[in-house]
């Protein structure tokens, strides 16, 4: 995985999971993988201090990630590389123009998403009701979005916790 390889060795002995995401973050012997915090969200979110707000609220909960890991793309995504640099902590960015992605199927967005999500031991989403002006609502278990197929893929297939904010509320 490509957050073992981005890790600061000064970063190593701080962040380490406090076990909410049910040990899932543990290697084969049993001891703790560093955290790798994935950031995922609507590319219409404008309020940074509120997501930094958030995030730090998420670190206080969980601890302190060893890397960050984002799509790329404005809003959310943005605001985690902002967060990452101001605070000193390695980021990751899987854009969907990277050339891996080019002809991936079944779009570069989700090939993108899903190398976010597997490069991350926990995911951070502030997804958003709508999307180009479609109303998606708040059942993101069902509902069509980029987000919301992304914390879909972490809780389902890559099996991370997920914890999220609709982007609407911090607004």
């Not at 995401?21 to 609507?42: E, F, T, Y």
């Not at 570069?108 to 976010?116: D, F, I, Q, S, T």
């Not at 069902?142 to 099996?159: K, L, S, V």
Request: charged share 25%.
């Amino acid at each position: 995985m490509i957050w073992f390889d981005v890790l600061k060795e000064e970063y190593q002995h701080q962040a380490y999971c406090n076990g909410s995401c049910g040990n899932r973050c543990q290697n084969v012997d049993g001891a703790k993988k560093p955290i790798s915090l994935g950031i995922s969200g609507s590319r219409s979110l404008k309020n940074y201090s509120a997501f930094a707000e958030k995030v730090h609220e998420w670190i206080e909960r969980n601890g302190r990630p060893a890397q960050m890991v984002s799509g790329g793309q404005k809003g959310a995504d943005t605001f985690g590389r902002q967060f990452a640099e101001e605070n000193d902590i390695p980021f990751v960015e899987h854009h969907h123009n990277d050339p891996r992605y080019r002809y991936a199927q079944p779009n570069k967005y989700y090939a993108r998403n899903m190398a976010l999500v597997h490069d991350s031991t926990h995911l951070l989403a502030f997804p958003s009701e709508s999307s180009h002006g479609r109303r998606l609502g708040r059942d993101w278990e069902n509902t069509r979005g980029g987000t919301q197929w992304t914390m879909r893929y972490a809780q389902n297939e890559a099996e991370i916790p997920v914890d999220h904010h609709w982007a609407e509320d911090i607004e």
